[in-house]
């Protein structure tokens, strides 16, 4: 019997070593992502997809949710635009051109100005002016197809139905977007893979939800520029909002592209 036992119980450990050994200690072997160019075939694309890629370019390259996110209260939340976009029309301070939602939404998106939800404009400027960038050009650049995309998620999610229709043929999107993932060779370009200039005056870009960094050289030093970039709670800039920079610059970054913003940044005065 005693026998017997000692077999269960070294059986029983022998199982549990290796469920943790296969658990733990074997590195979980991902599936390579999918080649760019599968995800960008416009030939086979389904609404389904297209839905999808609406919602990667929301959370991801449209830096839609710096801004569109329940932390900061910096903007509208979004769940709800692709209903409420047609009573957006009706509103008396509506002055744009947009006839119908999905118009009213690729028109917030392209033309920010045209209408700025009450209590969301550029301070001091009596809600006539938006803090929005322009998501079509500059430090963000959605290509027409991406707007509609995006657009088609938000109706989606909203639970109306999709009127967007789907790209008739592929641009040379696949290029840019394997481009994109690539290290930047420039400070600029760094300023604008990381959308630094949604909210920041910078390289060019004009956005006004953090300080001017046009000068930021004069005033502060590379250590605390880069402990800016990679922890930006730490340093809190009195005035501004805090915690809407986003926290995972450390994370996303390459070291090379860390030192050419700092320097940049440092030499600006
Ligand atoms: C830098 C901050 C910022 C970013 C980035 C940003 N937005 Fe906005 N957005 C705002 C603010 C602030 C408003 C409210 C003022 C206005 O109406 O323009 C707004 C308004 C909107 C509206 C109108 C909402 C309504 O209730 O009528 C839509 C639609 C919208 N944004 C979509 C987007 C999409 C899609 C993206 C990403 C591709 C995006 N925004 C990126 C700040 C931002
Ligand atoms: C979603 C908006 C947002 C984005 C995107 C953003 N920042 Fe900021 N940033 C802020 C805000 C708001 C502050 C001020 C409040 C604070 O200190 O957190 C700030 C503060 C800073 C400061 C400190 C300025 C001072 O006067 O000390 C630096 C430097 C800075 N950001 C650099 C960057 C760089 C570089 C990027 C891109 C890699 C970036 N930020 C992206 C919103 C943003």
């Known amino acids: 019997m005693k026998t017997f036992l000692k077999v269960v119980i070294f059986s029983l450990a022998v199982i549990i070593f290796y469920a943790f050994y296969a658990n733990k200690m074997i590195p979980q072997v991902k599936p390579a992502p999918p080649p760019v160019e599968a995800k960008l075939d416009m030939g086979s694309l389904t609404m389904e997809q297209f839905i999808q890629m609406g919602e990667t370019i929301f959370h991801g ?97 909203a639970g109306v139905p999709v009127t967007v229709q789907l790209p008739k043929e592929a641009p ?57 970039i990679l922890d930006p709670k730490a340093t809190p800039v009195p005035g501004f909002p805090s915690g809407m920079m986003p926290q995972d610059f450390g994370a996303k970054m390459t070291a090379g592209e860390l030192e050419m913003l700092v320097n940049y940044l440092a030499k600006s005065k």
């Open 61 to 157: 390259k449209g830096t839609c949710e710096l801004c569109h996110n329940p932390v900061g209260g910096r903007a509208p939340l979004l769940d709800q635009v692709g209903k409420r976009a047609e009573e957006r029309l009706k509103d008396p301070r509506y002055k744009g051109k947009a006839k119908t939602g999905e118009e009213y939404i690729r028109e917030s998106m392209v033309e920010p100005s045209a209408f700025v939800v009450a209590g969301f404009g550029v301070t001091g400027t009596n809600d006539t002016q938006s803090p929005m960038p322009v998501v079509t050009s500059g430090a963000i650049g959605l290509k027409d197809f991406e707007v509609d995309a995006v657009i088609a998620y938000l109706q989606q999610k």
């Open 172 to 228: 040379s999107a696949a290029k840019e977007e394997a481009h994109a993932a690539a290290p930047a060779k420039t400070a600029e370009e760094v300023v604008a893979k990381y959308g630094c200039g949604a909210c920041h005056k910078v390289a060019g870009q004009q956005g006004a939800l953090g300080p001017d960094l046009t000068k930021i050289g004069a005033k502060r030093n590379k250590d605390y520029l880069r402990s800016k």
